[in-house]
């Protein structure tokens, strides 16, 4: 269950970038044949790069020429890596990973730049194997005007006026999870992903059939278990049952769509009801498989992201227990007059929530389980006093800059008041900036909202076993997505 999509550099887990022979380090790297390899790289590489004269790099340290730094990185906590690089270089500075050159980037200015104000000069960058498995038409791979005309169509698709309309669809999906829960001892992680994907899957499909629902959740499944593998075609390998697993989904999403496209009233709404009515607009349709990659590609990002940060919003808030009655006040009042004007939950209500709202925000924060994004320099450009060489990484670091004291002071506490005041502005980026930035937020808090008014309302949990550490899955959540017991409340 390992989404990386905004992690093509593996964390911890198998690294699956091809090409090159760091492909056999893993965690228990130090084999002597690794070391053989080492040796034979550094006296073979040629350390020559090309630097204009008068034009400097960024200051930095590219370790062992072509296995650069990518030790350090796997076998330090990557906080750490950050932290000490960033105290001894600054804000800007250069490093090599798995055989690419990169600049991480650490100030909130400096962030700006590369994902707002000179967005063009830097295109996202995946691996291959991530473009093919979620489909090589999906938005996130793109630049220019085919990525705008489509996140234009998906942006609609989840705008608040649009999803205001799914409150008491998920508000339903919440009342279907929570008694599955009740006297059991639950993984919070898996069970925040049951939820958080047929959240996405209503708002991608719309209203649904079950049937077909079932099929779709089952290659989803098939298909995630293959995405953080090592990307070997062969038979039997995670990654080939993977892509077998994507092409029946293609045929799956083919058949729907060219159902609702011989039908305009077969139904539907959602995203898939965007993607076909862009026929409306004057503009050319787009083709099944532009449409079913972006479909594929929405869902996966939409239900990893979520399910991580609802397991720490649990974790938070069963450590701080203080916090948890608050918020529980809070989600009461709003309960009690739910039940005097006998109705139900609505999106009013969830704007009416700011002590909550906070807690997510906070938790955006402090977990930051999108430690950073990817982009490469499509030219030779000036930064900030610097020279980016075109085709080098350039990486945001969106949890350094939540982490630094400077805009956060005690950072590593949890402390929802801090969202109490106006921040400075760029310094909080949970959900990127800038063309790529994330359309889904709306959605994202919304589901949280809805889980936590009656989570909080009706029950408690106990966190089972009193480890502390944090595994990466590869987004950093509690280890062993943190197993609790659900008991209700007594009232
Ligand atoms: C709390 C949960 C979530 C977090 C923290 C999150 C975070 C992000 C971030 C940081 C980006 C920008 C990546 C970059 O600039 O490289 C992004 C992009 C994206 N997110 Fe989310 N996201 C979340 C939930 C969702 C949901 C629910 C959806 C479903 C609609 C979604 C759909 C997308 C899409 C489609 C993109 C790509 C946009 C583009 O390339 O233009 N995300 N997300
Ligand atoms: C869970 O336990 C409580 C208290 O022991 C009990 O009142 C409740 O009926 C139980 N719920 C279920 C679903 O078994
Ligand atoms: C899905 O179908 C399209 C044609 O509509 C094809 O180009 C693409 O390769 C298919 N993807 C997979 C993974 O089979």
């Known amino acids: 269950m390992q989404l990386q999509l905004f992690f093509p550099f593996p964390s911890p887990s198998p690294p699956p970038l091809p090409q090159t022979p760091t492909l ?29 004269k008068g034009k400097i790099l960024p200051p930095g340290s590219m370790g062992w020429p ?26 800007t500075f250069k490093t090599h990973i798995l055989g690419c ?36 038409q999906a938005l996130f791979f793109h630049q220019g005007a085919y990525h705008s005309r489509l996140k234009k169509l998906v942006l609609a698709a989840f705008l608040p006026s649009v999803i205001r309309g799914s409150v008491s669809e998920i508000e339903q999906i919440v009342l279907k999870f929570l008694p599955t829960w009740e006297n059991t001892t639950i993984n919070t992680l898996q069970e925040m992903k049951r939820y958080a994907f047929d959240v996405a899957m209503i708002s991608a499909f719309g209203h649904k059939r079950d049937s077909e629902m079932k099929g779709i959740k089952q290659l989803y ?16 390998t995670p990654f080939h049952k993977a892509m077998k697993a994507r092409k029946q989904l293609n045929e799956t999403l083919r058949r729907l769509i060219q159902e ?18 862009a026929k409306n607009h004057k503009v050319d349709q787009l083709s099944d498989s532009q449409i079913a990659d972006n479909v594929i590609g929405v869902i996966f990002a939409a239900h990893d992201t979520t399910a991580s940060v609802l397991t720490w919003v649990l974790k938070y808030l069963h450590d701080n227990r203080d916090l948890l009655e608050a918020v529980t006040r809070e989600q009461d009042g709003i ?7 006998n109705r139900r939950l609505t999106w009013d209500d969830t704007r ?32 900030e006093g610097y020279y980016i060489p075109k085709g080098w990484k350039v990486l945001p670091l969106f949890r350094t ?39 889904g937020s709306e959605l994202a808090k919304l589901e949280m909202l809805v889980l936590l008014h009656h989570l909080t309302t009706s029950y408690r949990w106990q966190v089972v076993g009193d480890e502390d550490g944090i595994q990466y899955g590869p987004f950093p959540v509690p280890k062993r997505g943190l197993p609790v017991k659900v008991t209700p409340l007594q009232k």
């Open 260 to 277: 609702r496209r011989g039908n305009e009233k077969a139904g539907g709404g959602g995203l898939l009801g965007n993607l076909l009515g």
């Open 24 to 52: 056999i380090i893993t965690s228990t790297l130090f084999s002597s044949f690794f070391f053989f390899f080492l040796v034979v790289l550094v006296l073979f590489s040629s350390h020559q790069r090309r630097q204009p």
């Open 335 to 341: 309960q009690r007059k739910i039940i005097e004007e």
């Open 221 to 236: 499944q098939c298909l995630e278990k293959g995405y953080n593998s090592m990307p070997l075609d062969l038979p039997g």
């Open 66 to 91: 072509y296995i650069g730094e990518t030790l350090k990185f796997y076998t330090q906590n990557p906080d750490s890596f950050f932290a000490n690089r960033r105290r001894r270089y600054g804000d």
């Open 401 to 439: 800059i939540h982490h630094c004291a400077d805009f956060f002071p005690q950072p590593e506490k949890f402390d929802p008041s801090r969202f109490e005041v106006p921040l400075r502005p760029n310094t909080f980026i949970p959900f990127g900036n800038g063309v790529h930035s994330c359309p």
């Open 352 to 383: 009416h929530m700011p002590l909550t709202t906070r807690v997510i925000q906070e938790t955006l924060r402090r977990a930051s389980i999108l430690s950073f994004t990817f982009r490469e320099a499509v030219e030779d450009v000036e930064f």
């Open 101 to 136: 050159p990169c600049v991480m980037i650490s100030s909130p200015e400096a962030a700006r730049i590369v994902l707002v104000t000179k967005a063009h000069l830097f295109k996202p960058t995946y691996p291959p194997s991530k473009e093919k498995m979620i489909g090589p």
